[in-house]
Structure formats: C-alpha cells, structure tokens
C-alpha cells in the first residue's frame, strides 16, 4: 500500500532578515520512527515524517536532506517566506513514487529519482505535478530523474500509450522552473499550464506523444533536449506526435503571448533500428492567434515536414533556426508562417523549404545541408552542456545517445532568483 502524504509550511513574513536555515535529515536506511530529523537521530521517510507530524519543524529556509531509499508518494503544499529545500544528500540516491506540489510557493525539490517502479503499486497520469490544486508560485524542480520503468526495450505499442507522463506544470502555477530533469520511457513529457515560468536545460527522450506542450502565456522553453518518438498510427496511436507543441489551455477562448523557443535540440531518433518509430513533428505551433512569439537557435532532425510552423502568427521572430532530415524521405522540414500572420520576421534560417505567408519579413535564408545541421548541433550542445553537464547528475546519462558518466555535483540554487521570461519578453536575447 502507497502513502500519500500533505506536506505544510507556514508563512513567516515578520522576519526583517533572512536567517541561515536549518537542515534536517531522513534515511530509510538508518532512520528511526522516534528520530528527532538530526545527523545523529535521522527521520526514517519522508512519508513518515509527515504522517507523524514531525515536517511541523520545518520552515522556510530549511534543508531537508533525504538519504539513499524509498521515500514515499508525497504531496506538498503551502506558501514559505524562503524556499523549502528538499534534496538528496551528498552521494545519496532517494527515490519517490509520487510527488504533487499541490498550492504553495518556494518549494524547491531537487537531485530526486521518482517512479512508479519505484514504488510498491502502479498508477496512471503523471508522476509529477505542480500547481492543480491552488494558487502556486517559485516551485522548483531541477535536477530530478523521472521516468515510468527504466528498460523500455520489451514494449509494445499498447505499453507504449499506457505510459505514465512525465512532469505536469498546472493552471494555478506562475513562476515556476523546471530546470535539468531526464524524463525518461513516458507517455507525455511536460505539459507547461503555468504563466510566466521556465523550462530549461531538461531531456525528454523515448516517449509516444508530445514532449513539451505550451499552453499560457509568458512560458521559455529553452536548451532542452528531445530525442527518439515512439508508436504511429499504424500502432493504433492517432496521436500527432510533437516535439514541442502549442496551444491555449482552455482552446479556442483567446491567445498565447510571449512564449520563447530558443537553443532546443530535436531529433527524431538516435537508433535508425529502432522499433515502433514514428515521424516527429518539431516545432508544431498550429493553434494561434499566436502574439510576440520568438523562436531563435533550434535545431532539429526529424523526418516530418513542420520544423518550425507557426499558425496565425502575430509580431513574431524566427531566427538562426536549422532544420534538416538525415533520411530520405520525402517528408522533410520546412520552416511555415501561415494563416492569419501578420508582422512576421522570418531571417538567418535554415531549413529543406520555406512556407512563407504573404507579407512575411524573409531575408538571408537559405537551404539546409548536413553540415551545416552538424555544425549547429555541435555548437548547441557544447553550450547545454557548459550551463548544466555533458551527463545528468542523477540519470549519469549523457544529453545525447544513452553513455554514462560520472554525475557532477549540483550546484546550489536554492537561493537563485528565478529567471523566467521576463528579459525575452522585454526583447532581450538570450544567451
């Protein structure tokens, strides 16, 4: 039988001055029902400590530190004058079957592995979720290994679209970051239904949907990684399967404004022998009106025609894009501004063709080659790679192909500002 378990911090607004927080220590391993959360009297899971009311000795500020083992299904909510740090310990590998920041604000969970597998029952729908259930902002997930079974390699297409998903950024969220996870074997990736938040630095591969939805306004997306589509029609998934797609949370009542699309890396597949393969849609932004959108420094491979497409496009920028096809099919990405476009600068780009709506700003585009999508592949990466590890520091494998490495340390961010698409929407270029 799983737990799941609430989580609450209290608010402390009368502190003039931040004060060093504590840290507080779990281990399955070493733990005890009567620890008191000390190095030395260690609590035993974090389940456990919130059922028996121990958490209450928690407040903002605080570090909690998990040790190796299982942990849980764990729900948090409540808003915190500072972040809420859970973490593992140094050289620790926790996990939890669940997790759901419910409502609250800074919560920031990191270095966790968290799977179904994990635990000792299934479930459907998505393994983490932010933000359904009250108003939420600053909560943090980075650097957390999420998937729904680790070896995929004996599953069939009904497998495949039974999967869980990956990380839910719910309606009631603004200001969240989803930074430097592996999502891995899942259904959906990350659904983005958050305004104004980050999802930068993480890898989505081996999944049968889309990757990354945009659903809100103010949302960047940017230096992650997307790689490897499974299951087709044919499979009986009528799925149209998009690396990053875009539309409004609630369809058909308004408009998406201000997202930016910059530095993602897509491909199609790694292995040309892999089974139940699909074709990919890259950059699918079909559900406009689509207002003050920038989409700069992508680089794609997939055996599709959308590289780039945007739909009733409004004041939109879309720049030093490459989009290619390493097969030889006849479906090959175009870079498209269509419908109602209105204001569009379409420039330094590289794609097989283009699909221009009349009235389109065009200049120096140019015809994609292989060298050119390995130059630009090569110059994305190497810059992912100096901001957040060539290997993730709790999945060990590498951004692209599936080597292993040593894990390198997280650094801290607990008490980073939260950037999200603030600079972009003020027309600032990110680096």
């Known amino acids: 039988m799983f737990r799941c378990c609430v989580l609450t911090a209290a608010v402390l607004c009368c502190c003039a001055?931040?004060?060093?927080?504590?840290?507080?220590?779990?281990?399955?391993?070493?733990?005890?029902?009567?620890?008191?959360?000390?190095?030395?009297?260690?609590?035993r899971t974090l389940a456990e400590v919130v059922d028996r009311g121990g958490i209450r000795k928690v407040k903002p500020g605080d570090t909690v530190l998990l040790g190796s083992g299982y942990h849980g299904h764990v729900t948090l909510s409540g808003d915190n004058a500072d972040f809420v740090t859970i973490a593992a310990g140094k050289g620790q590998t926790p996990t939890l079957g669940r997790l759901e920041i419910a409502s609250g604000s800074k919560w920031l969970v990191r270095g966790l592995t968290i799977s179904p597998s994990c635990g000792d029952k299934p479930y459907k729908g998505d393994i983490v979720t932010l933000a359904e259930g009250g108003a939420s902002s600053d909560l943090v997930i980075e650097d957390c290994f999420i998937y729904t079974e680790l070896d995929s390699s004996g599953w069939n297409a009904a497998k495949w679209m039974a999967a869980n998903n990956g990380i839910f950024m719910g309606r009631y969220g603004k200001n969240l970051t989803l930074r430097n996870n592996y999502v891995l074997n899942t259904r959906f990736g990350i659904a983005l239904c958050a305004e104004d938040s980050l999802c930068e630095g993480n890898v989505i591969t081996n999944f049968s949907a889309d990757a990354i939805r945009v659903t809100r306004d103010g949302l960047t997306v940017r230096y992650n990684v997307i790689k490897n589509i499974y299951v087709n029609a044919a499979d009986g998934d009528a799925n149209h399967d998009d690396a990053i797609q875009c539309f409004l949370f609630n369809k058909g009542t308004g408009t998406v404004r201000r997202a930016t699309i910059h530095a993602n890396i897509i491909i199609n597949r790694e292995d040309d022998e892999q089974k139940l393969t699909n074709s990919l849609q890259a950059i699918g932004f079909f559900d406009g009106p689509l207002i003050d959108f920038t989409v700069t420094d992508n680089v794609v491979c997939v055996e599709m025609w959308h590289g780039v497409t945007l739909c009733d496009a409004e004041n939109a920028r879309i720049e030093r894009n490459v989009a290619w096809s390493k097969w030889r099919s006849r479906l090959r990405p175009w870079i498209e501004v269509s419908g109602k476009a209105v204001n569009n600068t379409v420039k330094d780009n590289y794609a097989c063709s283009f699909r221009l709506a009349q009235g389109t700003t065009a200049e120096n585009n140019k015809a994609s080659t292989a060298q050119v999508y390995e130059q630009a592949l090569d110059r994305v990466h190497t810059m992912i790679c100096k901001k957040f590890g060539k290997y993730h520091p709790v999945a060990g494998y590498a951004r692209l192909g599936m080597s292993k490495g040593k894990n390198p340390e997280p650094k801290d961010t607990a008490k980073e500002p939260l950037p999200a698409a603030q600079g972009e929407a003020d027309g600032k270029q990110p680096q």
């Open 17 to 43: 001055a931040a004060q060093a927080g504590q840290t507080f220590y779990v281990s399955p391993a070493t733990g005890t029902t009567g620890g008191d959360g000390s190095q030395a009297k260690p609590w």
